[in-house]
């Protein structure tokens, strides 16, 4: 069973789709780095997993 488990998310800033259809699970253990330009959606995603931004749609579940 994953640690972290990110399934088909979606974040907005307002029409703006930040982050889009992202998925992936980590396991116990691992690392995950996450890579990209600035504006890229990286804080967005982060913060959306930590519950302090709403998400449009998706899903993500710890432990």
């Known amino acids: 069973m994953s640690l972290l488990s ?3 998310l ?3 800033h307002g029409l703006l789709q930040a982050v ?3 998925s992936f699970d980590v396991e116990r253990g691992e ?3 996450l890579v990209g330009a600035n504006g890229a959606g990286k804080t967005t ?3 959306a997993i ?3 931004h709403p998400q449009a749609s998706g899903r993500v579940r710890f432990d």
């Open 31 to 33: 690392t995950l780095a």
């Open 45 to 47: 995603l982060l913060r």
């Open 6 to 8: 990110v399934e088909d």
């Open 50 to 52: 930590a519950g302090a």
């Open 10 to 12: 979606v974040v907005r």
């Open 20 to 22: 889009r259809g992202v």
